[in-house]
């Protein structure tokens, strides 16, 4: 991104786009000062641009709030949007953005680049995915002053011969006489289900399935769409920890994308004793 743009994560739970999950958020955020104002502007043009079934929307949204473009990530995915015209995936992003910009409403009107989008059928063919290898990097840094923060990211299929993964490093070296860290974990509304697994830093992301889960420290795997789980693990000094996401093994090799949400905690140690 440069200078024009604000890049940034929204959650569609905390959004409630799903009925069932607004009488759980009225109660989590009871006896909270501060929730997500759904009625603000912005969850206002989020809400008009999401599309049914997809559980990552990438949405470009004016400075007045007004909807300038939406694509729908595993239709982009699967339809491979990458490949067209002999463009990258990265280019094919770009000429999204730039199109927004131009005032051509990707995702809305039939001028643009991306007209072939619209009016599909949900079951979009399999493709070879245009994406190649990635493991992606989000720092998370919890002290006694914020010991608490969330992320919000997705889970992909690998391709063929290698693993996609999502790593989160989180630093939690302020926690100097340790406590116990919890990671609350909610996994999206697409099929693909995911696996999280704990290490120490210093720990190398196993290729093979079975020492993923005998190397970490603690883990969730196996996460189905829509379910929750949770991590936790007690330490005794400060030390940074790597969490890392995999999409859960399938029998197809259909490319897919979904969403997580981790809530990421320390409870000191030294709070622990009282």
């Known amino acids: 991104m440069n200078e024009n743009f604000i890049n940034t994560w929204v959650s569609n739970f905390e959004l409630g786009r799903k009925p069932s999950v607004q009488e759980y958020l009225a109660k989590r955020y009871a006896h909270e000062s501060k929730s997500f104002d759904t009625t603000h502007p912005l969850a206002q043009a989020i809400k008009s641009g999401w599309q049914e079934r997809s559980p990552v929307d990438c949405l470009v949204i004016s400075p007045d709030f007004e ?3 939406k694509l729908a990530l595993n239709k982009y995915l699967n339809d491979g949007h990458g490949l067209d015209g002999g463009r990258t995936a990265a280019e094919n992003y770009r000429l999204f ?7 051509k409403y990707p995702g809305f009107s039939t001028d643009n680049s991306f007209s072939y989008l619209l009016d599909e059928e949900e079951d979009t063919p399999e493709q070879e995915s245009p994406f190649k290898p990635f493991l ?7 002290t006694a002053a914020q010991p608490t923060l969330e992320v919000v990211d997705v889970i992909r299929t690998p391709e063929v011969g290698y693993q996609e ?11 100097e006489k340790g406590g116990v860290l919890t990671i609350d974990i909610r996994v999206g509304s697409a099929e693909l289900a995911g696996s999280f697994y704990l290490y120490d830093s210093d720990t190398e992301f196993p290729s ?22 949770q991590i936790t693990y007690p330490f005794y000094r400060g030390q940074v920890f790597n969490l890392v996401i995999a999409s859960a093994e399938r029998v197809d090799n259909k490319v897919s994308v979904n969403a997580f949400q981790a809530r990421i905690s320390v409870e000191p140690a030294a709070m622990k004793e009282k």
Not at 97 to 103: P, R, S, T
Not at 136 to 142: E, H, W
């Open 67 to 69: 909807l300038k473009g």
């Open 208 to 229: 093979e399935r079975g020492l993923r889960y005998y190397h970490s420290f603690a883990n969730a795997t196996d996460i189905p769409s829509g379910g929750t789980a």
């Open 97 to 103: 953005l730039i199109e927004a910009v131009e005032g």
């Open 136 to 142: 992606r990097g989000l720092d998370v840094l919890l």
């Open 165 to 175: 993964s999502t790593l989160v490093k989180i630093d939690a070296t302020a926690f």
